[in-house]
């Protein structure tokens, strides 16, 4: 019997909602991303969608978008000489002084001077790639 087949319906539309949100999330990862508008795109209310995601990654929507938007920020930081201001808005932040103490957190480190040499190891969060087993 094909898997895909024989999956419960319900399975399979929350499967495909999962996959749509992901895929609107990393499209517009430097965009001012609300989840209202993730489950607005997916058809679906937002506390299905929430309780949905939760259940397929562990971690709330909220959380996920912020991991994935620190390791997307510190990557350029490390790849590239552009200013810390700059890929602090890109990536959401307000400021330098809003950015640093998330960035510290998902590295680590304290300490003051963190591109370039990067301290600490991003604990990167890498985009979620779905999957039926």
Not at 77 to 86: F, G, R, Y
Not at 118 to 125: A, D, F, N
Request: aromatic share 10%; with cysteine; glycine share 6%.
């Amino acid at each position: 019997m094909d898997n895909e087949n024989s999956l419960n319906p319900m399975f399979r539309n929350n499967f495909t909602v999962f996959s749509s949100a992901l895929e609107y999330i990393e499209e517009h990862l430097c965009d001012d991303l609300r989840q209202e508008d993730i489950a607005a795109e997916c058809m679906y209310s937002l506390s299905s969608l929430q309780k949905i995601w939760k259940y397929c990654t562990g971690m709330s929507l909220k959380e996920y978008i912020t991991k994935r938007r620190l390791t997307a920020a510190g990557r350029e930081l490390t790849e590239t000489s552009a200013p810390v201001l700059d890929i602090a808005v890109k990536y959401g932040y307000n400021s330098h002084e809003a950015f640093y103490p998330c960035l510290h957190q998902g590295v680590g480190d304290n300490s003051v001077a963190l591109p370039k040499g990067m301290e600490g190891e991003l604990r990167s969060l890498p985009k979620t790639q779905p999957k039926l087993l």
